[in-house]
């Protein structure tokens, strides 16, 4: 086992009830930590207490944005064990992340005993009720203090826990979404495939004139000929089509997400044909018009299964499956959860029980 120094908190927060969390505002007493330095590589992983930090006015992260980050969650199952999803995928997709940022590599061995060890010592601020989880955010940062532009050569990584509700506050009831026209998120060849605060950054105006509107969120076209669909702000996006599920294809400017491939591996062992493609705005409100279109919904890990009641386009509106949660969507959403609150026995090795209360 990993030698991971342990620094207490000697001021220990309440613990928030399990009904009211809300998503990513409570955080628990501890964070994992590791340092960065050309030469000398990753080292010195600890933890302590969680706290603010000091790093200069001049670190490289707070001018040239060069971060990444993943979100992951622990669940507390009826038999009080605490289990985690998929860990090795999003530790890989956070050295993916890495690499588009030219961030070093981290040892994904070290972070996963890190993130274990954290996990263990935290235990009891996994929230105890169905639809919440203590989320996990490991995040990494330049320090150099300079302000020309280059690759850093000293970094921080942090693993911080936040108990937390569903992400949006009207839990698993169908989302309205504003097809977004004007603005647009990623390139191909850009950034658009990286859990970087830069992409999040560039949803933000798009974000904020859609919620005036009344929307919940905006599905992101390509930013070429504005006709591709791409993604959610915070989700990757499926659409049934005529009993075919279809989900755009990874081009390079949309997030690879974890819960997308735990959608199209569920959805290609029911037998159901699932496809990744290209797939334009036009194609789905031709087959709106048509009748054809079945369910719409996104895949994330904060968002779980979230279903589309709405899509609105240029100011045309469609209705969904009269606005209600589709049967696919219904029946994936039973499924991960199952999976991960330990209801539904795990066939693939996706779970592991990393601490029992
Ligand atoms: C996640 O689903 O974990 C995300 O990263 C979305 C988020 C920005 C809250």
Redesign the pocket.
């Known amino acids: 086992m990993l030698e991971i120094a342990v620094t207490r908190n000697t001021r220990p927060g309440n613990i928030p009830a399990a009904d009211n969390l809300g998503f990513g505002h409570h955080f628990a007493d501890h964070m994992f930590v590791m340092d960065y330095e050309t030469g000398k590589g990753w080292h010195n992983p600890s933890i302590i207490p969680y706290d603010e930090f000091c790093i200069y006015p001049s670190a490289m992260v707070l001018h040239y944005g060069q971060a990444i980050f993943e ?1 992951m969650k622990a669940f507390r199952t009826e038999k009080n064990e605490i289990t985690l999803f998929r860990t090795n995928d999003y530790l890989n997709r956070f050295n993916r992340s890495a690499e588009i940022l030219c961030i070093p590599q981290v040892d994904t061995k070290v972070v996963r005993e890190g993130l274990i060890q954290l996990i263990q010592l935290e235990k009891e601020w996994v929230p105890d009720k169905f639809g919440t989880s203590l989320y996990i955010r490991p995040f990494i940062f330049a320090t150099d203090p300079y302000v020309g532009v280059k690759v850093s050569d000293t970094y921080k990584l942090h693993i911080i826990l936040s108990p937390s509700g569903a ?1 949006y506050a009207g839990g698993f009831d169908p989302v309205s979404i504003k097809v977004e026209d004007k603005y647009v998120r990623a390139v191909h060849g850009g950034l658009g495939e990286a ?1 970087t605060p830069a992409n ?1 950054a560039a949803s933000l105006r798009a974000q904020v004139e859609a919620k005036k509107q009344g929307f919940t969120q905006v599905l992101w076209l390509d930013a070429v000929e504005r006709r591709y669909i791409e993604e959610v702000g ?1 989700m990757n996006i499926f659409f049934k089509i005529n009993g075919e599920l279809i989900t755009p294809a990874l081009t390079g400017s949309i997030l690879g997400g974890i819960t997308r491939r735990t959608v199209l591996e569920l959805a290609k062992q029911w037998g159901i044909k699932a496809t990744e493609r290209t797939i334009t705005i036009d194609e789905v409100y031709a087959a709106n018009e048509k009748g054809l279109l079945e369910e719409v919904f996104g895949s ?4 779980v299964i979230s279903p589309v009641g709405e899509l609105s386009w240029k100011g045309q509106k469609i209705v969904i499956n009269g606005n209600k949660t589709g049967p696919l969507a219904q029946k994936l959403f039973d499924h991960v959860t199952g999976l991960q609150y330990g209801k539904v026995k795990d066939t693939l090795g996706w779970v592991e029980t990393v601490a029992r209360i």
């Open positions: 979100g992400y859990k999040y915070t994330g890990t904060a968002a």
